[in-house]
Structures are given as C-alpha cells and as structure tokens.
C-alpha cells in the first residue's frame, strides 16, 4: 500500500502539463539522439545538462526531462541498428546482428515495431522492478557507514573495469585519471589547494559537466572528422509499416526473459545497458539452439537485445538512486545531474525528497508509453531524421556543447578545458581507453576520498577499519572478484562483436 | 604494441609528477589521520602499477589518420580554441558561423553546404537560444553598437 501511495504521489508531480510536455520533448529528442549514429545516451545528455540548468528548470522538471532523453535515446538507438547496420550507441550493438539483415530482407517495418514493443517491454517491468527494489536497497543503504562506502565505489570502479572493458589495466587507469582530476581544487577537509600550479581557475576543480562534453561530445567531433561523416547512409527501404502480431507473440518468452536478464545486469553497479542486452542476446541464442536463425534476421534475435538494453537502462538507476553509484556511463552523467542541481542520491533521498524520487518514476513509466506511441505509430518520423548529414549534424551538437558550458560558467577558460578534454578523449578512445570510468572518477572522487579519511576519523587511523563489517569485506571480495575474474571467464565467453565499436552506453 | 607502450610510458611520466606533487603539497595545520596526500598518493601508486602493465602487455595498434588528417584535426582543433577565445569579444553569431562552417568543411569538403551550415546553425542557434530558451547570448560584438 505504501508503494501505492508513493507512486500516487509520484504521478502527481509528473502529471501536471509541464512535466507532460517536457517527457514528450525529452522522449523526441532522447529518440532522435540516440538514433543518430555517434550520438548515444550518454552524450546526448551530457550536451543538454548545462542547457537544461541554465533553463532554471526546477530538480524535478530537470530530472523528468533528461531521464525522458535517457530512454528515449535507448529506443532510438536500435533505429540506426536496424537501418544503417550502425549501432546507434553501444547497447543497441547486439540489434544489429539480426535487425539488419531483417531489414535488408524486406521487413524493415517489422523489426522496427517488434523491437519498439520489445523496448517498452523492457522499459515498462523494469521500471516495476526498479520501484519494488529501489526502496528495499535505500533501506538497507542505511547500514553504510564511510567505510562500506569507500568499498562500494571501489567495487564501482572494479566491476567497470573488469567487465566492461577489455583490459583491465586501461580500465584502471582510466579511473586514476578520473580520481586524480577530482583531486583538484580545494582540499575539502584541510581547505588547502592541491594540483593547481597556482591557476586560480583550478581552485574550484574541474567542473564535471566540462569533462563530460568534452569526452562525450567534442571527442565525437574529431572522430567524424577522420572518417570524413562516411557511413550515414540509408541502406535498406522502409515500405510500410504493420504491426507483425505473429513475431510479437513469438517473442513474448524471450521479452520477458530478457527483461529479467536486463534489469538485474543493469543492477550491478558498472555494468550497464550493453552488458544487458549482450547476456539477452546470449541467452536466447542458447535456448533457441539451432532451432533459431539467430544471425539471419531471427525475431526473437531483435527482441531480446532491445528488451535486455532497456531493462538495464532502468536496473541502472537503481544503485545510481539508492547508493549514489551510477551502473553505467548514462547513470553517471544523470548523476552528475543531480549533483548539479544539489541533490545527493542515497537512502536519505527516499526519505527527504519522496517528490523526487517518485516523480522521477512515475515519469519513467510516463516516457515509456509516450516512447511506444512515437517509436510504432511514428517511427517514420524519425527514419526521415535519420538522413540529417553529419555535415549539419556535428559542428551542430559542437555548438551546443559550447553554448551549453559558456551559458553555464561564463568563463573562456572552461571551454578551453572542454576542448583538451575532448582532444584527449580522441586518442584515449583510439587507445581503447574506455573513457566511463574517467567520468566516474572525477565524480565519485571527491566521495571516495571523503569516505576513507572519515572512516580513519572514526577509527583513529587503524587502516583494518576498513574492514570491520561482514557489508565491507563482502564488497571488497566483489570488488577484487570483478577486477580478476573476467581474465579468466574472458576465455569461456567470446563477444560476437560485429563492428569495433568503442562507444558508451 | 608501439602506442600503448608510448601510452604507458606518458601515463608512468604523469603519475610521477602527480606524486611528486603531492608530497611537495604543503599541510594545513588542520589535519585528519589521512591528510591530504595519502589519498593522491594511492591515486598514483594505483596509475604508476597499471601503467606499467600496459608498457610490458601491449595491445595491439589502433589504426592512426594519415598525417593529412592530423593535420586537418589539429587545424579544427585550433579553430575550436579560437572560438573559445573569440566567443566573448565577438558575440555569438561571427565566430559560429565561422567555426561551424570550418567545421562542416573538414567533415565532408564542400564549400557549399558547408557556407549554408555556417550561417543557419548560427543563426537558427542564436534564434533558438535567445528567444527559444531564453539564455542571455550577446549577438554581436558590443564594439558595434558602442
């Protein structure tokens, strides 16, 4: 009853007209966004966060917005899969391996309603999923003290590294570079500057939102540059477009599956929306055996990987929620959000904002029908969008993001840092350097130190603090097993990797 | 083989300096039993070890541009910093049309379309912005109206 209550109060908030109208705008464009080639979730809100802010938007009309541009951009992403044989951002990766040649047989049309339906499966019982588990988790969060949380961002950064990425130590690296920048500025404890070589400008730190469009955004504009804006071309036709009943029914079992698959990869913290669809993926390619034409445009081979991305899309707002660790590279600029505009995630959020959390999820379920509505009945729309040159495209969003982050400091010396940022992404992402846990270390950084020097306050500088409950030991196995294990299962599961792709999700 | 082991070998320089720098950082009479090196100093022991995995385990090379295309990055690089300097001196619409035209051209080099780009994203943008979203965007450089 309690739950009811909550979501009643929750629909209250996102039901008025301005929440209404923003989900429908955040839907449209997340969809747009997350169907253009190059532009996925997590860019596409990096560049409308410093707008959105700048908008005087309130926390949750902000919140309602950008998470609508989050899911939508989860369904569009399967739009360039399925047409361009591009995935439009990592998770919808696996779309591609039977919704392109689906297409090319003539039933473009089908598999874009079979994996629109599959998403707002996947979106729709996952977001259920996320409002009976969030409260339970934010419950229990209630027994961290400062030492499980420093070893629950440990574990954060461990399990990105080790399951998402193909090399652990680049992984890791990744993340000093994050923590590292974090550790400019002012000294939260002592007040003392560190790193700043004097520049005042660095006295306030690098503001995340300016590392995150640099690395998202304007990292993407040099890597259109190289490959001259090649691939943006309509390969297959889209005649008309029917509803395939017969598929959808066929597929029921593998939704549901991949929903449960999704959500509960999306759950753990740093795995995130590809992890999910690739297990969906998987998994339905085994129960099928060779039974199914996995590969060859098989329906339940469009399904699962759409409701698996969008499942996890929502499991990862769960530790993002509850224990202020994001799952993904997504989560972790939503985020950043929230940080901007003051909110803490945590079990104390349930507890002090209702408004928002509720809001937020009644706002989820809210963006999933819209999504359904604009992704069946008007997908065309969206396929005719699909054909913008990236010669308008780009210079575009690099605008934007420059708009974006002047509206935001005013200050020349925060675009600079935006434009190194996203030199340095370029040869990061050439050098298979995951650029995610870069993201999360500047900002988690701040958290993590914090949580380290108060369990030694606590402690009185006994480092064996760290592992005085059964919750921190248990994280810091996890932690250690996240990093060390993939090396060995690497060998057993091989990714079915079509294109090198080095997109976040 | 040989990127990643310059990657290394950059990164290895980096956390170095980084460290050294911590251990230079002056302390603050108010102090906590960590202070305010241990953890950098952990951030760097961290980068300093994986860094060296990469120098001894390679990858493979990524397939690096041409030196054409560096060269043509390195130009829009340079274009876009001057378009953070030029931003608030000029106003909005001069530089981004230039920039965004400069832009469009390097990705696909049509004087053209890239010409139509410059000039509609400025203007469009200024229009949606300024009107649309209502942010305070200085048009043109101030130096014109006085």
Not at chain 2, 62 to 84: C, D, H, K, N, Q
Request: charged letters at 10%; hydrophobic letters at 55%.
């Amino acid at each position: 009853m309690e739950l009811l209550s909550n979501l009643g109060l929750g629909f209250s908030v996102a039901l008025t007209p301005l929440s209404l109208f923003l989900a429908v705008v955040g839907c449209f464009m997340g969809t747009i966004i997350g169907a253009l080639p190059g532009l996925g979730p997590s860019n596409g809100v990096a560049i409308l966060i410093p707008l959105s802010f700048s908008l005087g938007l309130d926390a949750t009309s902000a919140l309602v917005l950008l998470t609508s541009v989050y899911y939508g951009a989860m369904y569009g992403g399967r739009i360039s899969s399925i047409l361009l044989n591009i995935p439009g951002d990592e998770p919808a990766l696996m779309t591609t391996l039977d919704g392109y040649p689906m297409a090319k047989a003539g039933r473009a049309g089908d598999a874009l309603v079979l994996s629109g339906v599959a998403s707002f499966v996947g979106g729709f019982f996952a977001t259920i999923g996320l409002m009976v588990l969030a409260p339970l988790l934010a419950r229990a969060a209630y027994f961290f003290g400062p030492s499980e949380y420093f070893a629950l961002y440990l574990l954060a950064f461990t399990t990105l590294g080790g399951i998402t990425s193909k090399n652990q130590a680049k992984a890791l690296i990744a993340a000093c570079i994050g923590l590292g920048i974090a550790m400019i500025g002012l000294d939260n404890t002592t007040g003392m500057p560190r790193f700043t070589f004097g520049n005042l400008h660095l006295m306030d730190g690098v503001d995340f939102l300016v590392a995150i469009v640099g690395l998202f955004a304007i990292a993407e504009v040099f890597f259109f540059i190289e490959s001259h804006g090649l691939n943006s071309a309509i390969g297959v036709k889209v005649d008309k477009v029917t509803i395939p009943l017969r598929d959808i029914i066929k597929s029921g079992w593998t939704m549901a599956r991949s929903t449960v698959i999704g959500f509960l990869a999306g759950v753990l913290p740093g795995a995130g929306a590809s992890l999910g669809s690739f297990m969906a993926y998987a998994a339905e390619k085994s129960i099928a055996g060779p039974s199914g034409s996995f590969g060859k445009g098989d329906p339940r081979g469009i399904a699962a990987p759409e409701a698996g991305n969008n499942a996890a899309a929502a499991g990862a707002l769960v530790p993002m929620l509850t224990l202020g660790v994001p799952g993904s590279g997504t989560t972790a600029v939503l985020l950043a959000l929230l940080m901007t505009l003051n909110i803490t995630p945590g079990p104390t959020l349930f507890a002090d904002k209702p408004e928002v959390v509720w809001g937020l999820i009644a706002s989820l379920f809210i963006a999933n029908v819209v999504l359904l509505i604009m992704n069946v009945p008007m997908v065309k729309i969206f396929v005719k969008i699909l054909s913008v040159p990236a010669w308008v495209l780009l210079p575009g969003v690099t605008m934007i993001s420059f708009v974006g982050i002047y509206s935001l400091t005013g200050s020349y010396f925060d675009l600079l840092l935006m434009i190194a940022f996203g030199a340095a992404g370029y040869f990061l992402r050439k050098l298979e350097v995951p650029t995610v846990p870069i993201i999360m270390g500047i900002l988690l950084g701040g958290h993590m130190e914090d949580s380290l020097r108060r369990s030694m306050v606590i402690s009185g500088g006994d480092w064996t603090h760290l592992f005085n409950s059964s919750i921190s030991i248990g994280l810091w196995v996890a932690a250690i097993g996240g990093l060390v294990a993939p090396l060995f299962l690497r060998r057993l599961v091989k990714r079915p990797v079509p294109h090198a792709m080095d997109l976040e999700d | 083989m040989a990127s990643d082991r310059i990657f290394g070998l950059v990164v290895i320089a980096v956390a170095l300096a980084f460290i050294a720098s911590a251990l230079a950082m002056q302390t603050s009479f108010l102090t906590d039993p960590v202070g305010s090196k241990t953890f950098p100093l952990i951030i760097g022991g961290v980068a300093l070890l994986a860094s060296f995995v990469v120098v001894l385990k390679p990858d493979a090379d990524p397939v690096w541009p041409g030196v054409e295309t560096f060269l043509r990055l390195g130009f829009a690089l340079s274009v876009l910093i001057g378009y953070a300097y030029a931003l608030k001196p000029m106003g909005f619409l001069i530089p981004t049309a230039i920039a965004a035209g400069v832009l469009s051209y390097q990705i696909t080099p049509r004087r053209g379309p890239a010409l139509l780009t410059g000039l509609g994203l400025s203007g469009g943008l200024y229009v949606l912005f300024k009107f649309g979203l209502g942010l305070g965007l200085v048009g043109l450089p101030k130096a014109i109206f006085g």
